[in-house]
C-alpha cells in the first residue's frame, strides 16, 4: 500500500536524478549497482507491464525511468503529476534505460488536477506566462532557461566580487526618482504622509556610496518604469549597476566585455551563440564605433533640428511627438542604427543633450563620455565616465527637467557631490537581456518567471 501523502513530511538524504544517471553510465543493460539511492519528484509518466510499473521521475535536475516490482514495492497508487519519493539501486533497463530499480516508493503529494499534454509540453504561449508553474513543471526547456538564469546572475556577482566590488543595497522606495528618463510607478506611505516613487535605477545612491568611499559598489535589483511593453521591455526588470572609483569610460569598456565574455564561457561553454537568427560571437574586444560616426555612415548627423526632422519623415519616421533636437537624433539613432548592431558593438561619445550624467569628453564639449552596447541589434546596457562636479551636475539635471517629462532633480545627490566624488566609471546592464543573449530566447517573458500581462 502507498502511504497516505498526508502523512509525509519530509523526505531526506535525496540524491539529485542527474547523479543517479551518471552512476548508471558504466553499467551494462540488466545490470544494477548496490548501492542504495534515494530520489523525490513528480511522475510525469507511467507504463504498466504486468507487474512491472514504469514510472518517468522528473527533478530539476532531469529525468529517469523507475522501474516499481510490484511484489517488491506493492501496488503503485501513482497518477500522473503526483510527487514520489523513491528508495532503489542504480542500474540499466533490458534495453539499456538509465534506471533506479525501486525497492519502496511513497507518494508525498497528490496531484488533484489533469496535466497538459506531457508529451508536447504545455504550448499555449499566454497559458504559459500566466501559470508558470505549469511550463516549468511540463517543460524541461523552461526549467533549463530559469536554471541558467540563476548561474547568469551567480557568475555575474562571482567576476565582480573577484574584482574587489562590494554588493550593497539601496532603496527601492525613493523620495525622488532619478538615474534615468523614464515614467515612474507611484505608490503613497500612509504613516509618512507622502507620495514615494518606485525606483526607476540605482545610480545615484550608488553614486553617494562612492563618495563616501566605498570605492567600488554594484547592485544587482529590481527597477520599475511605467511604459509600454515590448520582446525587451517588461515594467519591471532586473538590472546591474556599478560605480568604480578612480576609472573612466574606457576602463569600464573594457570590464563589461570581459564580464559577458567571462560569464558566457562559465555559464554555456562557448562566447558563441544564437540569438535572433544571427550566429554571434561575444569574445573581447568588441568593435567600437563613435556615435556621430555611425549616423553619418546613415546620412543622418546634423544638428539642425529643422534638417534632421526633414530627414526622418522623408524616410517614413513619425516626429510629430518629438519635441526638439534630442528627441530627434534618438530615434535616428534607435530606427537606422540599432537594428544593425549585430555583434557585440560599443557605441561611443554620445551628445550631451541626451545623456544628462555623463562628463564631457576632452576635445568637444558638446559631446559626452557615455557608451551604450549592443549585441543582436539590442541595447544591453549604458555606461559614463560620471560627472563629479555639484555645479555641473545641478546644470544638467536644470537642462533635463526644460525636456518634456524629463526628470526631477535630486538636491541632495548634488549636495552630496559637493563634498567630491573621486573621478568614476559607472555602467548598467540589462540582466534581463542578458539572458535572452545566452538562452537564444527572443522575448523577455521567456527568461522573466512573472512576466507582466494584461
Not at 507518494?107 to 511550463?135: A, I, Q, W
Not at 527601492?172 to 510607478?185: C, D, H, I, M, T
Not at 520582446?231 to 556599478?242: D, I, R, S, V, Y
Not at 562636479?389 to 527637467?401: G, H, P, S
Request: with cysteine; hydrophobic share 40%; aromatic share 8%.
Amino acid at each position: 500500500m502507498t502511504p497516505d501523502p498526508s502523512s509525509s513530511k519530509r523526505f531526506p538524504d535525496r540524491a539529485e536524478i542527474s547523479a543517479i544517471r551518471g552512476e548508471c553510465e558504466p553499467l551494462e543493460a540488466g545490470e544494477s549497482g548496490a548501492t542504495t539511492r534515494r530520489i523525490a519528484g513528480r511522475a510525469m509518466a507511467r507504463r504498466d507491464m504486468g507487474k512491472l510499473v514504469f514510472l518517468d521521475v522528473v527533478d530539476r535536475s532531469g529525468r529517469i525511468q523507475v522501474i516499481c516490482e510490484t511484489a517488491k514495492t506493492g501496488e503503485i497508487d501513482v497518477l500522473l503529476g503526483d510527487v514520489v519519493g523513491v528508495v532503489g539501486t542504480p542500474g540499466r533497463a533490458r534495453r539499456g534505460e538509465p534506471s533506479l530499480l525501486a525497492s519502496s516508493l511513497e507518494v508525498l503529494s497528490r496531484n488533484t488536477r489533469s496535466l497538459p499534454d506531457t508529451f508536447h509540453g504545455l504550448t499555449d504561449v499566454e497559458l504559459r506566462y500566466r501559470k508558470r508553474y505549469l511550463d516549468l513543471l511540463v517543460n524541461e526547456e523552461t526549467r533549463a532557461d530559469f536554471i541558467l538564469r540563476s548561474r547568469v546572475v551567480a557568475a555575474v556577482r562571482a567576476f565582480l566580487d573577484g574584482d574587489g566590488f562590494l554588493e550593497v543595497e539601496t532603496p527601492v522606495l525613493q523620495p525622488l526618482y532619478g538615474g534615468a528618463s523614464a515614467r515612474p510607478f507611484v505608490t503613497h506611505h500612509n504613516e509618512l504622509g507622502r507620495d514615494l516613487y518606485l525606483r526607476i535605477a540605482t545610480e545615484l545612491y550608488l553614486k553617494r556610496l562612492i563618495v563616501g568611499g566605498l570605492e567600488r559598489v554594484y547592485e544587482i535589483g529590481k527597477d520599475f518604469r511605467n511604459e509600454g511593453v515590448s520582446f525587451k521591455h517588461n515594467p519591471e526588470f532586473t538590472m546591474l549597476e556599478w560605480y568604480e572609483a578612480y576609472a573612466d569610460y574606457r576602463d569600464t569598456m573594457v570590464r563589461i566585455e570581459t564580464l559577458v565574455e567571462t560569464v558566457a564561457r562559465q555559464v554555456i561553454g562557448t562566447t558563441e551563440v544564437q540569438f535572433r537568427g544571427s550566429d554571434l560571437e561575444l569574445k573581447a574586444p568588441w568593435k567600437r564605433i563613435a556615435f556621430t560616426e555611425a549616423l553619418e555612415a546613415k546620412e543622418l548627423w546634423t544638428r539642425d533640428e529643422v534638417e534632421l526632422r526633414a530627414w526622418l519623415t522623408e524616410r517614413g519616421i513619425d516626429t510629430e511627438a518629438d519635441r526638439d533636437w534630442a528627441q530627434l537624433i534618438d530615434k535616428a539613432f534607435s530606427h537606422f542604427v540599432e537594428p544593425e548592431l549585430i555583434q557585440p558593438t560599443i557605441v561611443h561619445d554620445y551628445p550631451i543633450e541626451i545623456s544628462p550624467f555623463a562628463r564631457a569628453t576632452d576635445d568637444d564639449p558638446t559631446l559626452t563620455e557615455r557608451f551604450e552596447f549592443f549585441i543582436g541589434g539590442m541595447e544591453l546596457g549604458n555606461a559614463f565616465s560620471e560627472i563629479n562636479d555639484a555645479a555641473t551636475q545641478q546644470e544638467r539635471f536644470d537642462q533635463q527637467a526644460r525636456q518634456l517629462e524629463g526628470e526631477p532633480g535630486d538636491p541632495d545627490y548634488v549636495e552630496a557631490l559637493s563634498y567630491g566624488m573621486p573621478p568614476t566609471g559607472g555602467l548598467g546592464l540589462g540582466i534581463d537581456r542578458l539572458v535572452m543573449l545566452l538562452s537564444g530566447r527572443e522575448t523577455i517573458r521567456d527568461v522573466v518567471l512573472f512576466p507582466a500581462l494584461r
